[in-house]
């Protein structure tokens, strides 16, 4: 699944998902997005937080999401790179195949960064 | 992949699994059916116990497996986006990712379901 | 840690995270004491799925929680223990701990109950 | 709690357990005993086998147990501290607190041994 | 265990690890310590990912070190709080009875460096 | 993905990986290489024991990569399968989609190494 798809699959089952009569799961899915918001750390830390718990835990998607909001808050390879290695040697090995992937994606990721910027 | 290839491909790999000479896989694996079945818990109320320990436990074939199985039981839409609930709140949003795959095999399900009352 | 001293510290732990100046966490706390309440599954089943769960994460504090909930709702040892089944022969034997300290839980629950009706 | 503590805590909840009318728990006990017995692969083998899923599943009770297993079958310290690099470098540094505990609980099992020999 | 108690243990079954002779895990403790180094991330960065990591994989005494060493960076309780709030969403309401012992010790923690300013 | 496509994907993913200027992750490679080695144990338990570590965490890749080495090793299908059975007791139901995926990927290397053979 390249990265459009997979956006635009997120983003009709999230809407499939809030469209169902089910309070708590809709409170959720708002304090999920508040809780990257700017405070005391800023989005930009914030994401990074994000992305660290996402690939210890091992969730793809998360990660994904993840990297395209830190791409978008102007984070570099290196910082990225950094973050990696944290989850690397926090997580295990068993955390190296989610590496490969996320690699791939930034990789994706940096293409339609610059794609967009010609 | 689609409901009818994930049954396929369960039904073939447990009966090849089933074949090979170990006692101690088959045992479990009649002991896993067993698990659900009516006792001072009916099936019904197990399966949903099975289905919120598939969805924290981040497992996306176990969901469809007792996501089927709810189905037949007749449990309801709406009784299971309270387990969904149940479970994105103990889990947290890395359950989201199996949340919306559970969603959108639930909606094959129902269709299947409609199909076949036509 | 005995119930009363389990109590006493999760009461004033919660009361010290409330009181730091953190929506998002406060937001949480309300959430989660919602998605236990009636619906569509009542209190009773809705407490199996957090205890079900708990024991599959194999968070103690979580399950001993979740036990003295359905005690107080008035669920009984034989279904308390086929809920045990469930997360035992999902989650394996690395649960067998977690169903041990459980165990000796619930029956420190039934000798308060038993003593409150004394 | 110490070794003797573990055990007899161990001992008297098990036995708890199976008293207890649930027919599904007292399989998975028996299931549970029965695989670490040799076949093709030796005892010696599957309690290191037992012993690095306890690790990297980080269930401190499960590691002391085969931890106790394993010197019973002589296995040496160095074996043990292979078997530790394997989970170490598999689960990442999020292991590390289980490996002091487990190489503490070591020390105290050679201390025993020797203790049995005088 | 009081953050004494804590540090003492750490630091005498670290030495007693290190002394074993085990290249990888020697290695392994060498590369964990270079992880937080200042880099195109800075080392306050650095812990709060480590802080956040082993938050939701429910790690106590990862959680207690990470929070020493932010505490020693300069990091608010305001940060802190932050972090443990992307942590509770990411990794769900199993997190919370770490984030109740982490609030604890933050405040062991305070009271330690402020007796150290008296 | 066929086993062919996963080592292309892994080579040429852990080439990019080192190629980024990130000393961590690249001495984490290295030592991950190392932990398998002849040493106390041999290559083949060690195999074992990176094998069932990767099913108790449920990593397919990492199961696959595992497969590989064992085979490469002489390992007998009744030797994997007892390690599977280790698996499945100690990490549960969760395990068995992990392991319908194993046997297929076992078949496969099998039919490979047959072939190789002709």
New interface residues.
């Given amino acids: 699944m390249d990265l459009r798809e997979f956006r635009e699959?997120?983003e009709r089952?999230?809407a499939?998902?809030l469209e169902?009569?089910?309070?708590?799961?809709r409170?959720?899915?708002a304090?999920?997005g508040?809780?990257?918001e700017d405070?005391?750390?800023d989005t930009r830390?914030?994401e990074?937080?994000?992305l660290?718990?996402?690939m210890?835990?091992?969730?793809?998607?998360?990660i994904t999401y993840h990297l395209v909001r830190c791409a978008e808050e102007g984070i570099?390879?290196?910082?990225l790179?950094?973050?990696?290695?944290?989850?690397?040697?926090?997580?295990?090995?068993?955390?190296?195949?989610h590496?490969?992937?996320a690699?791939?994606r930034l990789?994706e990721i940096r293409q339609m960064q610059a794609g967009g910027a010609g």
Same sequence: chains 1, 2, 3, 4, 5, 6.
Wanted: charged share 30%.
């Fill in positions: 699959f997120r089952m999230n499939r998902i169902a009569d089910n309070l708590e799961i409170r959720f899915f304090l999920d508040r809780t990257y405070g005391a750390l830390t914030k990074l937080l994000g660290v718990a996402s210890v835990l091992r969730c793809d998607d998360c570099s390879d290196e910082e790179f950094e973050t990696f290695s944290v989850a690397l040697v926090v997580g295990g090995s068993i955390v190296i195949p590496l490969r992937r690699v791939e990789d």
